[in-house]
Structure formats: structure tokens, C-alpha cells
């Protein structure tokens, strides 16, 4: 029995690193992500913006080449309350109260600097993003959707809406636990608007759900 307690001390020593050490790598991951997205003042070529703090979710899907690089494409929604303040074609201000909703497609690569179970990390990426500012441009619609037996319609109203390369950059925390995937992340997205308009941003604020197969 002497013999054996070094023996099973030696073997605990050498199994700590090995439980320390993330299974990541060569595994993927899909993760829901919930989370807000701070106000904004925008200024523009005739008038100005301020979004309130919105909220946001994405869903994810990434592949971990090794412990730190990881390649993945996201898939995000959010929509904010604004107040905007627009000088028409006559001179006069138009005062503007609705919601902006926004749908993200975007490519991003990640890495982790630490190959354990818990790490900082810094991510990057760019895709495109849809904008929908909720303002009509035209009058009621009727859209309807045909089936074998039946067809469903509805209303629907135009409105104001674009579509622009968006690109981000981030930084954030993550732990790895068995299976599961956590993760808080900050980061900055960018739209180029083009023409007098230039690029904005926003900062957004998410919490990680994943789970490695």
C-alpha cells in the first residue's frame, strides 16, 4: 500500500495538465447569443439620428482547427427605437419616431491566446448587413402565398430599407465545460453608407451559448 500512494500521486500530477487542457481543438461548435446593443447619435448630410439601447440574437456555427484559430459564419438580428430629425427637399424638418431592425450574415475567424479551458479572446470578421428604418414609402399592399388548396393574404406596406457591407472586431472571455461553450464578448460593427453619409457603428454586448460536437 506504500508503493501505491506515490504512485497514484504521480499519476494525479501527470492527469492535472490533461484536464487543464481544452478539447476544442478539431471540433465544431454552435452557440445562440443573446444580447443588447448600446445608443447611438448619428449626424448625416441632412439631419441627425439617436437609437436607443436596442437588443440583439445570433446563432453560430465555428470549427476549431486547433486550440486557438477558429473559423465560423454568424447569422445576427436586432432592432433598436430612433428618433430622427430629417430637412426635406422644400427646407422644412422632418421629425421622425420609429424602429430600426437589422439582419447580419457575416465570415469570421477567432483566436484564442491560451489553449485551457478558460481564455481571453479577440475576434474579427465581415458580411452584410440588411436595414429595415420602418418608414412606409408607399401605400398598403396585398401579398398572398398560394397553396395546393388555399391561399393566404395580407397586407403588407413598403418600406425604406438597404442592404451594406458591414464588418466587426471584438474581444471577449470564454470557458470551456465538457461539452458546453460560454462566452461574453464585446465588439464593433461598422456599415459603410457611402456617398455623404460615410460608415457608422455600433457596440454590441452578447453572452455565448454553444455546445462542441
Not at 16 to 45: D, H, I, V
Not at 86 to 103: E, I
Not at 191 to 207: A, E
Request: with cysteine.
Amino acid at each position: 500500500m506504500k508503493l501505491l500512494k506515490p504512485a497514484f500521486l504521480a499519476l494525479a500530477l501527470v492527469a492535472l495538465p490533461a484536464q487543464a487542457q481544452s478539447t476544442r481543438g478539431g471540433k465544431s461548435e454552435f452557440y445562440m447569443s443573446p444580447g443588447w446593443t448600446s445608443g447611438e447619435n448619428y449626424t448625416f448630410e441632412r439631419g441627425s439620428a439617436r437609437t436607443d439601447t436596442g437588443y440583439n440574437l445570433t446563432l453560430g456555427y465555428a470549427f476549431n482547427y486547433d486550440q486557438h484559430k477558429s473559423l465560423g459564419v454568424e447569422f445576427g438580428w436586432g432592432s433598436q427605437d430612433y428618433r430622427a430629425s430629417v430637412v426635406s427637399d422644400t427646407g422644412s424638418t422632418v421629425n421622425v419616431n420609429s424602429s430600426l431592425d437589422t439582419w447580419t450574415v457575416r465570415f469570421l475567424g477567432t483566436y484564442n491566446f491560451m489553449e485551457g479551458n478558460f481564455t481571453p479572446f479577440v475576434t474579427g470578421g465581415l458580411g452584410w448587413t440588411y436595414l429595415d428604418s420602418n418608414i412606409p414609402t408607399g401605400l398598403p399592399q396585398n401579398v398572398c402565398w398560394y397553396y395546393p388548396w388555399y391561399a393566404y393574404c395580407t397586407a403588407y406596406v413598403p418600406t425604406a430599407t438597404t442592404t451594406k457591407f458591414s464588418y466587426n472586431a471584438g474581444a471577449g472571455l470564454r470557458l470551456d465545460s465538457g461539452k458546453g461553450v460560454f462566452r461574453f464578448l464585446v465588439s464593433e460593427q461598422w456599415m459603410d453608407f457611402g456617398g455623404g453619409y460615410g460608415s457608422g457603428s455600433v457596440t454590441q454586448y452578447r453572452i455565448d451559448f454553444g455546445v462542441k460536437f
